[in-house]
């Protein structure tokens, strides 16, 4: 029976653990990457951001705005939970992109500036707080029930799955106001400052209404500020436990090493057969991990947690995740292979 190298276990261990880092950050560039980057919190650098106070009733006309853009008053900037909703009141003009539609339909021109109260919810959304009456689904916001025309995302953890649009035309009906924050998009850098332009004028022109350009950073989805803080240092502590336990591999191993430098064994192939073990290892510690998770999704206090939401399993997430590793357990095993050199070959024989 062949013996366990304990020290291979434990590095196969700390890679177990390692990959649900791993599956997180790669799932965080592979899902934003296929929404919609015009709608969810993955603007375009030229985006820009403003501040509208008002002091007497008065309302934007986005209808003048010009063509290809999109304005959305941000209600809810601040989302510090997956669960939380984000809600927009979106207006959207000519042929601009509209997010990735599970079913359904995204607004028309004409549905966002209809005064009946119209929605678009991601599919999370819909399953926790989507309302069924006669038939229809409704989401209710600030006490107003809007009908939901579509359902957006992909059923799984991405921007658009949490999130809400509110027609323009539904949502301000009733407000007397339009105070907030609002970010203008489009794929075209002249647009977007035309419609600066006309946003400013329109503001302008009012009495008792003042106009503040705010610094805009493009962000993707994120954790909480805790989270932000506490994972990286996790993931740190873990590549370091890594890096000790396999100098304690090597010495282990001391003895072989030393038996093939002695028989003409170049480093450069001694560092090869060193790096595929760390992979293997890597591999195996990843593959437990991905089974771990897949096999915790039928946990519902695990699946709705903040990791469980963000460590969905598809096709692609194994690929990266695999691509991710392997480098990781390249490039962990030169310190290693640092320490190969200090074997000295003959007191180890001896």
């Not at 989401?139 to 649009?165: C, F, K, P, Q, S």
């Not at 949502?171 to 970010?183: L, R």
């Not at 436990?241 to 191993?253: A, D, L, N, P």
Request: one cysteine or more; aromatic letters at 12%.
């Amino acid at each position: 029976m062949k013996k366990i190298n304990i020290n291979g276990l434990m590095i196969s261990i700390s890679f177990f653990l390692a990959s649900f880092f791993i599956v997180v950050f790669v799932n965080q560039l592979s899902m934003n990457k296929e929404n919609n980057r015009n709608y969810d919190m993955f603007n375009g650098p030229d985006s820009r951001k403003i501040s509208i106070t008002c002091a007497e009733p008065f309302l934007l006309s986005p209808w003048d705005y010009g063509e290809d853009f999109v304005i959305y008053n941000m209600v809810r900037e601040v989302n510090t939970h997956y669960d939380s909703d984000w809600v927009r009141v979106v207006y959207g003009k000519g042929d601009f992109p509209t997010p990735s539609m599970k079913n359904g339909q995204f607004f028309t021109e004409e549905q966002m500036l209809s005064s009946e109260p119209l929605c678009v919810i991601g599919t999370n959304v819909s399953k926790r707080s989507g309302e069924i009456i006669d038939g229809e689904e409704y989401y209710t916001y600030e006490g107003v029930r809007y009908r939901v025309i579509g359902h957006m995302g992909t059923n799984v953890a991405t921007d658009l799955d949490v999130m809400v649009m509110l027609n323009w035309g539904g949502y301000f009906e009733n407000k007397t106001v339009c105070s907030g924050n609002y970010i203008i998009d489009s794929d075209n850098k002249s647009v977007i400052e035309s419609a600066v332009e006309k946003v400013k004028s329109d503001v302008e022109s009012s009495s008792g209404t003042e106009f503040k350009p705010l610094v805009f950073r493009s962000t993707i989805r994120s954790f909480d500020s805790s989270s932000r803080t506490i994972y990286p240092i996790a993931l740190i502590i873990l590549i370091l436990s890594i890096v000790v336990i396999s100098i304690f591999y090597i010495k282990s191993i001391s003895y072989q090493i030393a038996v093939k430098k002695l028989v003409g064994f170049s480093m450069p192939m001694l560092f090869l057969e060193l790096a595929l073990k760390f992979v293997k290892y890597a591999l195996s510690g990843l593959a437990l991990a991905l089974v771990s998770m897949f096999l915790l999704t039928f946990n519902e206090t695990y699946a709705s947690s903040e990791i469980g939401y963000f460590t969905v399993i598809t096709p692609w997430t194994v690929v990266y995740a695999a691509v991710v590793t392997v480098v990781l357990a390249v490039v962990l095993s030169v310190v290693p292979v640092i320490a190969i050199y200090k074997i000295d070959t003959s007191e180890k024989i001896k």
